[in-house]
């Protein structure tokens, strides 16, 4: 079965009881045995649960992978992986432009625990490499990177991180005590797919080993749930991460596992929505010039499009664009009507984004300027709404910024011609050019 198919109809079999098309939802905490240890596959709803597990097989299938896990968030999902594969004195190498939680996690979490964290600026492949040792358990990528949206290789950096490792070697799990979590993997390479969705990308067919997702986002799609997802390309991976899951806890709630599994079955039409939007707005704004720069995969200007085109079924629903200052793109984001000012993404709803002070605010400034997130730069989540609603509203934001920003002894010549003839219809309403001055009339 094709993806489209494949989300509607995986983990949806109708209810052998009562024939309903929609499975319900099992909303209890404990399973009635017939006697003790005589069960029906569940016995407490921490460990398993029907409605999870049903989304964590389409979630399985979607990447094409062995097994699922469903968590109660991306980060949920991100410490248990690192917590199931890693012991202290072991090594993650990752590419640096990731989201702001993730290295959170990873930082203020982790290290103090005893995990060594190498981070790589390069997307070449080798690079990457450069940094394994027999200390690595895990690579950690994502692809498209948040909110930079560089792409990289999945294929290659497989190939140059197991080539690496093979000559290194990776040293067996220290402190060996008996757990169920111990286990002789390796290296594994890990692809947070959360930006494309499989709709868009599927890493595991292309070298990875484990797939995270926050469900929040584009696999939810509505805005309405937190939620995360593990999904290894062997059923043995997820053994150790099996156990935390249900030894730790982190776990999804079967009303939460049902809002995930209902929007993930209209997936690939939203996507096909986002990227048609996405393409529309970063063309538009590549024209602006109030951004000092635009970024979207979809762009020819853009440095891994070839790569994107390769490696993608769709450039994405996710655009970045800079203005010069903090105090602009603060004001340009105030100003945006249709597009909420909100954290998080992949919604059917646009959404607008300040990375430095909101998602990547606990990376410090060096570090995020490095980068090149700058107090500056803007991430727009295009959502499926009309896409000339979205570009009239952030037209009249953005020429709304330029009036504060521009002196007013330069507020003339052709930019602002087209404002200077009358009232004009914006993407909130109707703004009327007078004096080199925006004024909203109604």
């Given at each position: 079965?094709?993806?489209?198919?494949?989300?509607?109809?995986?983990?949806?079999?109708?209810?052998?009881?009562?024939?309903?098309?929609?499975?319900?939802?099992?909303?209890?905490?404990?399973?009635?045995?017939?006697?003790?240890?005589?069960?029906?596959?569940?016995?407490?709803?921490?460990?398993?649960?029907?409605?999870?597990d049903?989304?964590?097989?389409?979630?399985?299938?979607?990447?094409?992978?062995?097994?699922?896990?469903?968590?109660?968030?991306?980060?949920?999902?991100?410490?248990a992986?690192?917590?199931?594969?890693?012991?202290?004195?072991?090594?993650?190498?990752?590419?640096?432009?990731?989201?702001?939680?993730?290295?959170?996690?990873?930082?203020?979490?982790?290290?103090?625990?005893?995990?060594?964290?190498?981070?790589?600026?390069?997307?070449?492949p080798?690079?990457?490499?450069?940094?394994?040792?027999?200390?690595?358990?895990?690579?950690?990528?994502?692809?498209?990177?948040n909110?930079?949206?560089?792409?990289?290789?999945?294929?290659?950096?497989?190939?140059?991180?197991?080539?690496?490792?093979?000559?290194?070697?990776?040293?067996?799990?220290?402190?060996?005590?008996?757990?169920?979590?111990?286990?002789?993997?390796?290296?594994?390479?890990?692809?947070?797919?959360?930006?494309?969705?499989?709709?868009?990308?599927?890493?595991?067919?292309?070298?990875?080993?484990?797939?995270?997702?926050?469900?929040?986002?584009?696999?939810?799609?509505?805005?309405?749930?937190?939620?995360?997802?593990?999904?290894?390309?062997?059923?043995?991976?997820?053994?150790?991460i099996?156990?935390?899951?249900?030894?730790?806890?982190?776990?999804?709630?079967?009303?939460?596992?049902?809002?995930?599994?209902?929007?993930?079955?209209?997936?690939?039409?939203?996507?096909?929505?986002?990227?048609e939007?996405?393409?529309?707005?970063?063309?538009?704004?590549?024209s602006?010039?109030?951004?000092?720069?635009?970024?979207?995969?979809?762009?020819?200007?853009?440095?891994?499009?070839?790569?994107?085109?390769?490696?993608?079924?769709?450039?994405?629903?996710?655009?970045?664009?800079?203005?010069?200052?903090?105090?602009?793109?603060?004001?340009?984001?105030?100003?945006?009507?249709?597009?909420s000012?909100?954290?998080?993404?992949?919604?059917?709803?646009?959404?607008?984004?300040?990375?430095?002070?909101?998602?990547?605010?606990?990376?410090?400034?060096?570090?995020?300027?490095?980068?090149?997130?700058?107090?500056?730069?803007?991430?727009?989540?295009?959502?499926i709404?009309?896409?000339?609603?979205?570009?009239?509203?952030?037209?009249?934001?953005?020429?709304?910024?330029?009036?504060?920003?521009?002196?007013?002894?330069?507020?003339?010549?052709?930019?602002?011609?087209?404002?200077?003839?009358?009232?004009?219809?914006?993407?909130?309403?109707?703004?009327?050019?007078?004096?080199?001055?925006?004024?909203?009339?109604?």
């Amino acid at each position: 079965m094709k993806i489209a198919t494949q989300a509607i109809h995986v983990g949806q079999e109708p209810d052998p009881t009562t024939g309903a098309t929609v499975p319900p939802i099992y909303a209890t905490s404990t399973f009635t045995q017939e006697a003790p240890g005589k069960h029906k596959g569940y016995e407490y709803a921490r460990g398993t649960n029907p409605t999870r597990d049903a989304l964590a097989r389409c979630l399985a299938a979607l990447e094409g992978g062995a097994a699922g896990m469903s968590f109660a968030s991306g980060l949920a999902a991100t410490n248990a992986l690192v917590c199931s594969l890693c012991r202290p004195g072991d090594s993650v190498v990752a590419f640096s432009d990731m989201y702001g939680g993730t290295y959170r996690l990873l930082e203020r979490i982790f290290r103090p625990w005893g995990l060594e964290v190498r981070y790589c600026d390069d997307t070449r492949p080798d690079a990457i490499a450069g940094l394994v040792d027999d200390t690595t358990r895990i690579v950690w990528i994502e692809t498209p990177t948040n909110p930079m949206l560089r792409l990289l290789d999945i294929a290659a950096v497989s190939q140059a991180v197991r080539a690496k490792a093979a000559r290194t070697g990776t040293r067996p799990i220290s402190r060996r005590g008996g757990s169920p979590m111990d286990h002789d993997f390796g290296m594994v390479l890990v692809v947070d797919n959360t930006f494309a969705s499989p709709a868009l990308q599927q890493p595991i067919s292309l070298g990875a080993d484990v797939v995270v997702h926050s469900t929040t986002k584009y696999l939810g799609g509505h805005s309405d749930v937190v939620g995360g997802a593990i999904v290894t390309a062997k059923a043995e991976t997820m053994a150790p991460i099996k156990f935390f899951h249900n030894a730790a806890g982190g776990v999804s709630g079967p009303f939460d596992c049902f809002l995930t599994h209902r929007g993930v079955k209209t997936l690939a039409v939203r996507m096909k929505a986002h990227c048609e939007n996405a393409m529309h707005v970063a063309r538009w704004a590549a024209s602006q010039r109030g951004f000092q720069k635009v970024i979207y995969p979809g762009l020819e200007t853009h440095p891994d499009h070839e790569l994107a085109r390769r490696q993608m079924a769709g450039f994405g629903g996710m655009v970045t664009v800079v203005l010069p200052t903090f105090d602009q793109a603060s004001r340009f984001m105030a100003a945006t009507c249709v597009f909420s000012c909100a954290e998080s993404l992949g919604g059917v709803e646009s959404l607008v984004n300040h990375p430095a002070v909101m998602t990547h605010a606990s990376i410090p400034k060096e570090v995020r300027e490095r980068i090149g997130i700058t107090d500056g730069l803007v991430r727009l989540s295009v959502g499926i709404e009309d896409k000339d609603d979205l570009v009239a509203d952030l037209e009249q934001a953005l020429r709304k910024e330029c009036v504060w920003q521009v002196p007013k002894r330069q507020r003339v010549g052709p930019e602002w011609g087209a404002w200077a003839s009358g009232p004009r219809r914006g993407g909130c309403g109707t703004w009327e050019c007078s004096r080199g001055r925006l004024r909203y009339v109604a």
